[in-house]
């Protein structure tokens, strides 16, 4: 078994050049996809570059705004967005902090195909394979006064 750390004592600072306020650490990097952790301090920015993979940003903790293409938009803990590839994209908070886990999937690896069960959970012992429901779910409603937000809970506004 092998453990990969990543966190608080094993960052360093990251990102494209222009990066401010940023560090991380690769938990996982082979022919199929650069897995990172990134942590936003307040202000931090990645600013938009582009990348020939497509990317999954994924907030763990925290908060901030991230821009694809010319759409610019708020992001919070426990929301993701896809990232295409060869679209400028970028990264940054104001008030908050934030932590993400950034997963960059090549196309330089084996067939999609290959690495995926098509929805359906894998047989344990004599267990008939039960097919995977899809979550159903939206975002809360956002506050619409300014006076009504909760900076305490790490979002932006």
Avoid: Y
């Avoid at 990172?36 to 907030?59: C, G, K, M, Q, W």
């Amino acid at each position: 078994m092998e453990i990969r750390r990543f966190g608080p004592g094993n960052r360093r600072p990251d990102g494209p050049p222009g990066t401010q306020g940023i560090t991380g650490q690769v938990i996982w990097n082979d022919e199929r996809a650069n897995i990172s952790e990134l942590a936003f301090a307040r202000r931090a920015l990645i600013v938009p570059h582009s990348n020939p993979n497509t990317t999954l940003f994924i907030v763990v903790s925290g908060g901030g705004w991230v821009q694809v293409g010319d759409e610019r938009v708020p992001i919070n803990h426990g929301e993701a967005v896809v990232l295409p590839a060869g679209v400028d994209h970028g990264a940054w908070t104001d008030g908050s902090e934030m932590r993400a886990i950034v997963v960059e999937l090549s196309d330089r690896g084996p067939a999609v195909g290959d690495l995926v069960l098509d929805g359906l959970a894998r047989a344990v012992a004599d267990e008939p394979v039960t097919p995977v429901t899809p979550a159903m779910g939206s975002l809360a409603q956002r506050p619409d006064r300014r006076e009504d937000h909760d900076e305490t809970e790490g979002e932006p506004w």
